[in-house]
């Protein structure tokens, strides 16, 4: 029968275990200073002492682990607190604008047809610089012009819109939006020589776009803007691409942010097409319009391009029974209209790649038409921008406020 251990011989057989190593050398200690305890006596208090002592340590270690985490957790709420209040900085930094206040619109004494107006904007190329020096004194071009001109360009439209309204019923406008809005990072002459980073290009030409169509919309019933966002200069990539062109794009951010600017506006439609064409219904007639980049050329326009690719996509067209009556295109930066439809100019204006690659003659303008249902286009305007350098600016208009 085993002796049972009184708390006193448990007492000394721990300051033996204390006072020793192993459970030999305690069973010896005790023999030799009179206890005649059994040699598993000893071993099972020493066991009972060794895992105690290991339970104290892993308990400690435990602790510990809990003041670490409690601390990543405190630090991970410090982040994620942060982290909201910078989404809420930046929606609350989202102004969407008002709808404008309506102008008041003359009764049309002559045609009682209601016709389309057509105001593209095409090619702006938002922080890209060109200066007076480098085109021989003919261009100049940055943030500050840019805004300009767009301010300039509206206050001519919005006349003009009045002056044509006492011959015509013009109740709607078609904004086609054709690409290009920003120099982007496709070249390293463009990266190098840019006026700022294309991401605040990217927020900036978006609060521009928005403004000017929210502006232009202030003289009609209704205003449909149709973004083809597959253009070269928003483009990611370095090499051109051909898949996926509307999304890996700057302008599918612009083309969002615009519409988170004008979500208030009920009177603004906006259409975005991924295909690099849209086909928009003015009237009775399609338009098909597009950025235009991808037809080859050398030195000057191709006609010839323009010719054979209308005909490639009149083919296609025709093979699901469908047609377009006209083309709009953007990217020649050249502002003109004629037999291959029509060309919607650029913001820019003549750059130092117009003058020494292109031989195009650019000078900044946009244009803007009216679409009779059965007629056609009539009224092709060229709005002439290069009235607006760099050194026409005053003070104030060269610090590039945003309107
Ligand atoms: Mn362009």
């Not at 200073?33 to 339970?55: C, D, F, I, L, P």
Request: hydrophobic letters at 35%; one cysteine or more; a neutral charge.
């Amino acid at each position: 029968m085993r002796y049972k251990l009184t708390d006193d011989d448990v007492d000394t057989i721990r300051d033996a275990i204390a006072q020793t190593e192993g459970v030999r050398a305690a069973h010896r200690w005790l023999l030799d200073h009179g206890h005649n305890y059994g040699y598993g006596s000893v071993q099972r208090t020493y066991h009972e002492v060794a895992e105690a002592v290991n339970t104290e340590a892993r308990l400690a270690a435990s602790q510990a682990e809990v003041r670490s985490l409690r601390s990543q957790l405190g630090y991970t709420k410090r982040q994620y607190g942060m982290a909201l209040e910078v989404n809420d900085q930046i929606l609350g930094a989202i102004s969407a604008l008002p709808p404008p206040a309506r102008v008041v619109r003359p009764k049309s004494t002559d045609s009682q047809t209601p016709c389309v107006v057509v105001a593209p904007v095409a090619d702006w190329h938002y922080a890209e610089v060109i200066r007076l020096d480098d085109t021989g004194g003919i261009n100049s071009f940055n943030r500050a012009v840019a805004v300009a001109r767009v301010q300039y360009l509206v206050r001519k439209f919005l006349r003009w819109v009045e002056v044509e309204r006492r011959g015509h019923e013009l109740p709607e406008c078609h904004i086609p939006v054709l690409g290009d809005m920003i120099t982007g990072d496709i070249h390293d002459e463009l990266v190098a020589y840019a006026e700022v980073p294309t991401p605040q290009a990217v927020v900036e030409v978006s609060r521009l776009l928005a403004w000017y169509i929210r502006q232009v919309s202030t003289s009609f019933q209704r205003t449909a803007v149709h973004f083809v966002k597959v253009d070269n200069h928003s483009r990611l990539t370095r090499k051109p691409q051909t898949k996926r062109r509307g999304t890996n794009s700057w302008n599918h951010v612009i083309c969002a942010l615009l519409r988170e600017l004008l979500r208030d506006n009920p009177q603004i439609d906006i259409v975005e097409y991924e295909s690099p064409r849209a086909e928009i219904k003015i009237g009775d007639a399609v338009y098909l319009a597009g950025h235009g980049d991808g037809v080859r050329a050398n030195f000057g326009l191709p006609h010839y391009g323009f010719t054979r690719q209308d005909g490639h996509l009149a083919r296609q067209f025709m093979s699901q029974g469908k047609r377009f009556d006209e083309r709009l295109r953007g990217h020649w930066h050249v502002a003109e209209a004629g037999v291959h439809g029509i060309l919607c100019g650029c913001l820019c204006g003549m750059s130092e790649f117009n003058d020494q690659r292109t031989s195009l003659w650019t000078p900044a303008a946009q244009v803007s038409f009216i679409v009779h249902p059965r007629h056609g286009w009539y009224n092709f305007t060229r709005w002439h921008l290069g009235c607006i350098q760099s050194n026409t600016l005053t003070d104030e208009e060269q610090k590039a406020c945003l309107p």
